[in-house]
Nanobody
């Protein structure tokens, strides 16, 4: 199983970035997917997460309050890729962003890093003021 993030970089405040997480070795729809970030000296934080697409339950997305209205998570199962579109970026969004996947995660645990089994290596996002 591999998760590879891309799309990070340096952007000015107010700008946009789209992060990609390309997966291999598993079926994307069978897993919950999360984007997490960790800034220096801070704990890892769930930014946006989406539950698995089991064809029965609604696919729901979680966003941390600071990301609501600015970030959008999406999944392209045909490409085995998850995206995080980030708009109106702020300096406080600066962090290493990682994607993660896990199975059988209930909604209340969707934003917890400990719920996830597979992790990418992370990509740096830096927002200058």
């Amino acid at each position: 199983v591999q998760l590879v993030e891309s799309g990070g970089g340096l952007v000015q405040a107010g700008g946009s970035l789209r992060l990609s997480c390309t997966t291999s070795g598993l079926t994307l729809d069978n897993y919950a997917i999360g984007w997490f970030r960790q800034a220096p000296g801070k704990e890892r934080e769930g930014v946006s997460c989406i539950n698995r697409n089991d064809g029965i339950n609604d696919v729901l997305a979680y966003y941390v309050d600071s990301a609501k209205g600015r970030f959008t998570i999406s999944r392209d199962s045909a490409k085995n890729t998850v995206y995080l579109q980030m708009n109106s970026l702020k300096p406080e969004d600066t962090a290493i962003y990682s994607c993660a996947m896990g199975s059988r995660i209930i909604w209340s645990n969707l934003a917890l890093p400990s719920s996830y089994t597979y992790w990418g290596q992370g990509t740096q996002v830096t927002v200058s003021s």
